[in-house]
C-alpha cells in the first residue's frame, strides 16, 4: 500500500502536467500572431510594419528573458508588449479596419484564443 499511493499521486498529476504550456512556445504564438496581423504598431509615436513589431517584440523578449524575468506569457506581455520602457508610452496596434488597440489588450486576447485551443 505504501507503494501504491505515491505512484497514484503521480497518476493524479499527469493531466495536469500534460496541459501545461511551454512559455517560450506561447510566446513564439505571439510574436507570430503580430507579424502576421497585418496592423500597424505605433512606438512612441512612430508608425511600423506589423514585421517591424514582431522584431521589436522579440529583442524585448530575449532581454528579459537573458535577465530571468519572464516565467510566463503575462510576463511577456507585461514586460515586452505594453510600453516603450524609455518614454513609459503604450504601445498601440492599429487594426487592419482602422480600429486602435492597446497592445497589451490585443496580446493578452491573442493569448486567450491560444489558450482555447
Not at 499511493?5 to 500572431?33: G, K, M, S
Request: charged share 25%; hydrophobic share 40%.
Amino acid at each position: 500500500m505504501k507503494k501504491i499511493l505515491p505512484l497514484l499521486a503521480i497518476c493524479c498529476c499527469l493531466p495536469l502536467f500534460a496541459h501545461a504550456e511551454n512559455t517560450a512556445d506561447v510566446v513564439a504564438a505571439l510574436i507570430a500572431q503580430t507579424k502576421n496581423s497585418g496592423a500597424t504598431f505605433i512606438r512612441n509615436g512612430k508608425t511600423h510594419s506589423a514585421e517591424e513589431a514582431a522584431a521589436h517584440l522579440q529583442k524585448k523578449y530575449d532581454h528579459f528573458l537573458k535577465k530571468g524575468k519572464i516565467k510566463s506569457p503575462e510576463d511577456f506581455i507585461k514586460l515586452a508588449g505594453t510600453k516603450s520602457l524609455i518614454s513609459k508610452k503604450d504601445y498601440l496596434l492599429k487594426l487592419p479596419d482602422g480600429t486602435e488597440v492597446k497592445s497589451a489588450d490585443w496580446l493578452t486576447a491573442q493569448l486567450a484564443g491560444l489558450r482555447e485551443k
